[in-house]
């Protein structure tokens, strides 16, 4: 997938629509019915991770537990369908569906929004993405004209989307009266904007907007882009360390009917963390962080690992040259390894780092084959590293899992 109008038009850092922001749809019509389903299955079953909202005009939002009977279900035929269900629950009123971070329950999707973030920065993975999912028949964006702290496309996947924007010195802030219904008289002219199905709309961070649908049923997936903030990598890595300091030392009990005292529990905390970066701890997640970042191509939250399974001898698997298998060395004879976003310390075992570099390659290989050219032990700089054929094995699963390889 290429996206080079997405890019002219991220440089440019002007709204705008855009005819033909890809090569290939960003999702086929059956890719998206999977999709919402999918959705509405996880939340059934207590998974959450991406956050679903149903918004019921004028001002009605059902949001967690209390969502799942609006959100699609595999009795939903089609969109249409799931549409006239919800409808039939809220009376008739239009209403809205948003799922964030819908990448997490769509491998293909977030293949194809990596490409485009790739395409965006090329230097490397220095913007935060985050894809939100709109469904729906309202008539306007809930929350009114709007300003976001990221700038976006919104790719159109079923019916129309118009989109009024204002430059950012349009409005004072937030409380500007001319935001409101009262004030509309006096507010100034936008810059509209229509895409159909197939096209994109762009508008840059700081821009006051307000979406509406143009008659009937419409979906899109707005990707919303932010730099990544300076040092996040140390914040990420400070974050794992203090829990990994709490949890290996657990918590001392208060006095009955007294809270512990602010300063000895600070103090403590301090030690702790002092003795977790002495360590080595705190470099081990700060590399770690950064590894994720770079094979997540600047998303933080991912697609979950599937199921561990033992693979067979005669199982052939591949790595992906497209993306490949990352490692960073770390002291004490140990390297970070990292795939799609995931994370985990192994021995630097060289053999192991051969065989890296073998599945990244691409080229399929027995299981059995691999098992039996890099098990064993090795010496290399006085260090010796042994690798039994389990451990071979259990490094290709932990690769599966997280579809490293395939």
């Not at 570099?357 to 691409?362: A, I, M, P, T």
């Amino acid at each position: 997938m290429t996206a080079a109008p997405l890019a002219l038009a991220f440089r440019r850092g002007r709204p705008a629509r855009l005819a033909r922001p890809l090569d290939a749809p960003l999702l086929e019509p059956r890719e998206l019915l999977e999709l919402v389903v999918e959705v509405g299955a996880a939340h059934r079953r207590g998974d959450g991770r991406a956050p679903a909202r149903i918004l019921v005009e004028p001002d009605l939002q059902v949001a967690g537990a209390g969502a799942v009977d609006y959100l699609p279900a595999p009795g939903d035929a089609s969109l249409e369908a799931y549409t006239e269900r919800v409808s039939g629950l809220v009376g008739g009123r239009r209403f809205g569906l948003a799922i964030n971070l819908c990448h997490l329950h769509h491998w293909s999707l977030w293949l194809r929004l990596r490409e485009i973030v790739r395409e965006l920065a090329p230097d490397g993975p220095r913007l935060y993405a985050h894809p939100v999912l709109f469904l729906g028949n309202y008539d306007r964006t809930p929350f009114g004209i709007h300003r976001d702290e990221v700038s976006t496309f919104m790719f159109v996947l079923s019916g129309r989307k118009r989109l009024h924007v204002w430059e950012p010195r349009a409005f004072r802030d937030d409380a500007d009266e001319r935001l409101t219904a009262a004030g509309a008289a006096r507010r100034p002219a936008p810059t509209v904007l229509e895409a159909g199905v197939g096209e994109a709309i762009f508008w840059p961070v700081g821009y006051w907007h307000v979406g509406e649908s143009v008659g009937g049923l419409s979906v899109s997936v707005n990707l919303g882009l932010a730099p990544w903030p300076a040092g996040h990598e140390i914040a990420d890595g400070l974050q794992r360390s203090l829990a990994d300091a709490s949890a290996t030392r657990g918590t001392r009990r208060a006095s009955a009917g007294r809270a512990p005292a602010a300063r000895p529990v600070a103090a403590r905390a301090v030690r702790r963390l002092a003795r977790h970066v002495a360590s080595g701890a705190f470099e081990r997640d700060v590399v770690a962080a950064s590894l994720r970042r770079r094979t997540a191509d600047g998303f933080r939250e991912v697609p979950a690992p599937r199921p561990s399974t033992a693979l067979a001898a005669d199982d052939l698997v591949r790595g992906d040259r497209c993306h490949p298998i990352r490692w960073a060395r770390l002291p004490d004879d140990d390297v970070v390894v990292s795939a799609h976003g995931h994370s985990r310390v192994l021995p630097a075992h060289p053999r192991l780092l051969a065989l890296i570099e073998r599945l990244n390659g691409g080229k399929p290989a027995r299981v059995g084959d691999l098992v039996a050219e890099f098990a064993g032990a090795v010496r290399r700089r006085g260090v010796r590293f042994i690798a039994s054929e389990a451990a071979i094995r259990e490094v290709l699963a932990t690769l599966h899992a997280w579809r490293a390889i395939s």
